[in-house]
Protein backbone atom coordinates (compact mmCIF):
# COMPACT_ATOMS: atom_id res chain seq x y z
CA UNK A 1 0.00 0.00 0.00
CA UNK A 2 0.96 3.76 -1.16
CA UNK A 3 -0.28 6.78 0.64
CA UNK A 4 -0.29 10.16 -0.44
CA UNK A 5 -1.34 12.52 1.89
CA UNK A 6 -1.95 16.21 0.38
CA UNK A 7 -4.60 19.34 1.72
CA UNK A 8 -2.00 21.06 3.69
CA UNK A 9 -1.16 24.42 4.00
CA UNK A 10 -1.28 27.61 6.19
CA UNK A 11 -4.12 28.57 7.81
CA UNK A 12 -5.24 31.18 10.41
CA UNK A 13 -6.16 30.47 13.95
CA UNK A 14 -9.65 29.73 14.60
CA UNK A 15 -10.29 28.20 10.67
CA UNK A 16 -10.51 25.21 9.03
CA UNK A 17 -8.76 22.77 6.75
CA UNK A 18 -9.14 19.14 5.31
CA UNK A 19 -6.46 16.48 5.11
CA UNK A 20 -6.56 14.00 2.06
CA UNK A 21 -4.55 10.31 2.19
CA UNK A 22 -4.93 8.64 -0.95
CA UNK A 23 -3.81 4.54 -0.79
CA UNK A 24 -2.80 2.54 -4.11
CA UNK A 25 -3.17 -1.15 -3.74
CA UNK A 26 -5.51 -3.61 -3.34
CA UNK A 27 -7.89 -4.88 0.04
CA UNK A 28 -8.02 -0.83 0.87
CA UNK A 29 -10.96 -2.15 3.33
CA UNK A 30 -8.79 -4.47 4.98
CA UNK A 31 -6.71 -1.37 6.87
CA UNK A 32 -7.07 0.60 9.84
CA UNK A 33 -6.32 3.92 9.11
CA UNK A 34 -4.44 6.80 11.39
CA UNK A 35 -3.50 10.18 11.51
CA UNK A 36 -0.60 11.35 12.92
CA UNK A 37 1.59 14.46 13.77
CA UNK A 38 4.78 15.36 14.15
CA UNK A 39 5.90 19.32 15.64
CA UNK A 40 9.40 20.42 14.99
CA UNK A 41 11.58 19.25 17.45
CA UNK A 42 8.89 16.61 18.96
CA UNK A 43 7.83 13.03 18.83
CA UNK A 44 5.47 11.75 16.37
CA UNK A 45 1.94 11.87 17.93
CA UNK A 46 -1.30 10.30 17.83
CA UNK A 47 -4.39 12.07 16.27
CA UNK A 48 -6.96 9.86 15.06
CA UNK A 49 -8.06 6.53 13.73
CA UNK A 50 -10.77 5.08 12.06
CA UNK A 51 -11.69 1.46 11.82
CA UNK A 52 -11.34 -0.54 8.55
CA UNK A 53 -15.40 -0.61 8.35
CA UNK A 54 -15.32 3.26 9.01
CA UNK A 55 -17.50 2.91 12.02
CA UNK A 56 -14.99 3.14 14.99
CA UNK A 57 -13.20 6.36 15.40
CA UNK A 58 -10.84 7.77 18.22
CA UNK A 59 -9.23 11.18 18.50
CA UNK A 60 -6.65 12.17 20.77
CA UNK A 61 -8.05 14.35 23.46
CA UNK A 62 -6.53 17.47 22.07
CA UNK A 63 -8.14 17.42 19.18
CA UNK A 64 -11.56 15.97 20.15
CA UNK A 65 -14.83 17.82 19.16
CA UNK A 66 -12.37 19.62 16.70
CA UNK A 67 -10.94 16.99 14.45
CA UNK A 68 -13.11 14.08 12.74
CA UNK A 69 -11.67 11.19 11.06
CA UNK A 70 -13.56 9.50 8.03
CA UNK A 71 -12.78 6.88 5.31
CA UNK A 72 -14.21 6.26 1.87
CA UNK A 73 -13.52 2.99 1.08
CA UNK A 74 -14.85 3.20 -2.80
CA UNK A 75 -12.27 5.59 -3.51
CA UNK A 76 -9.34 4.38 -1.23
CA UNK A 77 -8.96 7.73 0.95
CA UNK A 78 -9.02 8.72 4.22
CA UNK A 79 -10.09 12.48 5.46
CA UNK A 80 -9.34 14.58 8.45
CA UNK A 81 -11.50 17.49 9.06
CA UNK A 82 -9.68 19.55 11.19
CA UNK A 83 -11.99 22.79 12.72
CA UNK A 84 -10.82 25.78 15.19
CA UNK A 85 -7.32 25.38 14.57
CA UNK A 86 -4.82 26.80 17.03
CA UNK A 87 -1.27 27.19 16.61
CA UNK A 88 -0.87 24.40 18.64
CA UNK A 89 -2.00 21.80 15.88
CA UNK A 90 1.20 23.04 13.63
CA UNK A 91 2.85 20.13 12.12
CA UNK A 92 3.97 17.95 9.84
CA UNK A 93 0.79 15.40 9.21
CA UNK A 94 1.27 12.10 8.55
CA UNK A 95 -1.69 9.14 7.45
CA UNK A 96 -0.87 5.44 7.89
CA UNK A 97 -2.28 2.21 7.46
CA UNK A 98 -2.40 -1.02 9.66
CA UNK A 99 -3.58 -4.34 8.41
CA UNK A 100 -6.60 -5.00 10.38
CA UNK A 101 -8.08 -8.41 11.26
CA UNK A 102 -11.46 -9.32 11.20
CA UNK A 103 -11.18 -10.88 14.29
CA UNK A 104 -9.64 -7.51 16.02
CA UNK A 105 -11.25 -4.87 13.71
CA UNK A 106 -11.08 -1.57 16.16
CA UNK A 107 -8.80 1.43 15.33
CA UNK A 108 -4.88 1.73 16.24
CA UNK A 109 -3.41 4.30 18.44
CA UNK A 110 0.30 3.49 18.42
CA UNK A 111 2.47 3.94 15.64
CA UNK A 112 4.02 0.43 15.71
CA UNK A 113 0.67 -1.18 14.86
CA UNK A 114 0.79 0.59 11.39
CA UNK A 115 2.73 -0.93 8.23
CA UNK A 116 2.43 1.39 5.89
CA UNK A 117 3.04 5.33 6.11
CA UNK A 118 2.60 8.41 4.32
CA UNK A 119 5.08 11.33 3.44
CA UNK A 120 3.70 13.54 5.59
CA UNK A 121 1.90 17.08 4.63
CA UNK A 122 2.97 20.69 6.26
CA UNK A 123 0.13 22.12 8.67
CA UNK A 124 0.92 25.58 9.67
CA UNK A 125 -1.62 27.89 12.06
CA UNK A 126 -0.87 31.39 12.35
CA UNK A 127 -1.90 33.30 15.21
Known amino acids: VQLQASGGGLVQAGGSLGLSCAAS????????LGWFRQAPGKARDFVAA????????DCADSVKGRFTISRDNAKNTVYLQMNSLKPEDTAVYYCAAGVSLLTTPGVKKTEREYDYWGQGTQVTVSS
Open 50 to 57: VSRSGRIT
Open 25 to 32: GRAFSSYA
